[in-house]
């Protein structure tokens, strides 16, 4: 996939393209709908339009906002897969944010051979959002563009959105996001030094460092999952976990950790690029009076966890 970073405006570009614009943060089943949607009509190459960072982080300092459903490097994983080709990357500002739609389209599009413009219902765009789809559809109509506004989505009574998705990672519902996304929810990290106090109490953990803080943390407490490894043929492995997220207050922590510990596995992991895949919340985070009755807790969790996994697998 070919990445273009738009800091102004995109370089004057003939390539016929096929071009769908949304956040894609999370990459969820609504975004999928829009992309499967340019798939079907594609002209030329199928390329997506984003932003940087949400406008919510950006525009009023929220900091839940700072932080990904999908990073960028995640994200475009996840597009190249679904056969995207070309990602505009905008870097989104206060001052990016007032354009008009005018300006956008005259701006942006324009300077692009664009063939077909994909977006969703619920697209705006401008100063307070005050460019809808059907303003968009206008504008872009009186310079040949054609373009598909895709109804949205639902899940059960709600529709599919990020903003659905971090309310649910929030309160731990993991299975309502996962099924939003369409896939399960997923941080991808390196595997760092740690203060090896999960192998002291016999339950040695992997800890994610690098792009991991970037994520959407989970709501603080013990999962089921699974930590994809590469193995030595180089090749992707999805093995059993459990999942510490949280704070450990047991221990005083200070910082909000991700740490896996994966059944039955010995091996070195230092270094490695993987991902965790978080699948159902055990319990909440507690703390403990000490470390006894934690190593007691932790045992019942890996028996949960076993358990689980059996059933799965029959």
Known sequence: MELIEVTTTPAQDQTPITLVIGKF?????????????????KQGKLAVMSFSDHPRWILRGEDEYRQHLTPLQHKLVLLESMGVEKFYHINFTKEFSAITAEQFVQQHLAALNVQR?????????????????????????????????IPLLQATTEKISSTSIRHFLKNGQIEAANEQLGRKYAVWGEVIHGNALGRTLGFPTIN???MAHDYVP??????????????????????????????RPTVDGKHYLIEGYILNFSGNLYGQQVAIYFEQLVRNELKFENLDDLIAQM????????????????
Request: glycine content about 12%; aromatic content about 6%; hydrophobic content about 35%.
């Open 25 to 41: 943060d999370g990459v969820h089943r609504g975004h999928v709908q829009l992309l499967q949607n340019a798939l079907q009509h």
């Open 117 to 149: 413009l994909v977006i969703g219902a619920d697209f705006r765009l401008g100063k307070d959002g005050s460019a809808n789809a059907e303003t968009l559809s206008k504008l872009c109509g009186d310079i040949g563009i054609i373009v598909d506004v």
């Open 208 to 210: 994610l460092g690098g």
């Open 218 to 247: 989970p709501k603080p407490g013990v999962y089921i999952g699974r930590v994809e490894v590469t193995t030595e043929n180089n090749k992707k492995e999805q093995l059993p976990a459990l999942i510490s997220a949280g704070f």
């Open 299 to 314: 045992e019942l969790d890996r028996q949960h966890a076993e358990h689980y996994f059996h059933r799965v697998l029959q």
